[in-house]
């Protein structure tokens, strides 16, 4: 029972254009949502987040929308870059500092020139 | 200057063995963590240590023991390898006023 879901394994854009990636919870006791951005061999690089009192939260090309009552989360990327292709990780946890994320299954972007 | 680093990076090993992996962060964090990234890519919490105490155990198997010599080191030691433990493995860690989650760059673990 995947608490965080990512249901495209997948997209590719142009570079320049918007890139959405989408993310839905079940469970309701989730506050805090954060994205995740994962290169090869790395390790997942915190993106943007955002709390259950907010719907949007923005940080340069890169918007996090929320709604709570569809359970689902959306990262906007505008303008998409090449450097922005990666494997995207949504997360979700009960209060702010827990450090206990329950993660998605990740979106890989290709943002092509 | 990486701030959270584990070795090896990758570990191939037949199946019955024991093995370890060691992860360091410099970022004075007192809070670390080992999480387990599965074969569907699912990243999923296994234990959470705040300063060298474990308070996180995420129902792992008793083959998997971690050891905090100190609040800068979460070392993972993992008995009888099972071919299902075959996953990449990242420590992190966190600080006491932050949210972020600081990974290191994961340990590819292969049991054959």
């Known amino acids: 029972d995947q608490q965080v879901k990512q249901n495209s394994p997948s997209l590719s854009v142009q570079e320049g254009r918007i890139s959405i990636l989408n993310c839905d919870y079940t469970?309701?006791?989730?506050?805090?949502f954060l994205w995740y951005k994962k290169y090869p061999a790395e390790g997942p690089t915190f993106l943007i987040s955002?709390?259950?009192?907010?719907d949007k939260n923005e940080d340069g090309r890169f918007t996090v929308f929320l709604n709570k009552s569809a359970k689902h989360l959306s990262l906007h990327i505008v303008p998409s870059q090449p450097g922005d292709s990666a494997v995207y990780f949504c997360?979700?946890?009960?209060?702010?500092?827990?450090?206990?994320?329950?993660f998605g299954q990740g979106t890989t972007l290709q943002v092509k020139p | 200057d990486t701030a959270v680093s584990q070795t090896p990076k990758y570990l191939v090993t037949q199946m019955g063995n024991d093995k370890s992996i060691k992860c360091e962060q410099n970022l004075g964090h007192d809070t670390m963590y080992w999480y387990k990234q599965d074969s569907k890519k699912f990243l999923k919490i296994m234990f959470s240590y705040n300063n060298k105490e474990l308070i996180i155990n995420e129902t792992v198997p008793n083959r998997f023991s971690p050891k905090s010599p100190d609040k800068a080191h979460l070392n993972l030691h993992i008995n009888s390898l099972e071919l299902g433990d075959s996953a990449v493995y990242f420590c992190?860690?966190?600080?006491?006023?932050?949210?972020?989650?600081?990974f290191g760059s994961g340990t590819q673990l292969s049991v054959l």
């Open positions: 997360a979700a946890s009960v209060g702010r500092n827990t450090g206990k994320l329950i």
């Open positions: 992190a860690s966190v600080g006491l006023e932050d949210e972020k989650l600081f």
């Open positions: 955002i709390s259950s009192i907010k």
């Open positions: 469970n309701s006791m989730f506050d805090y």
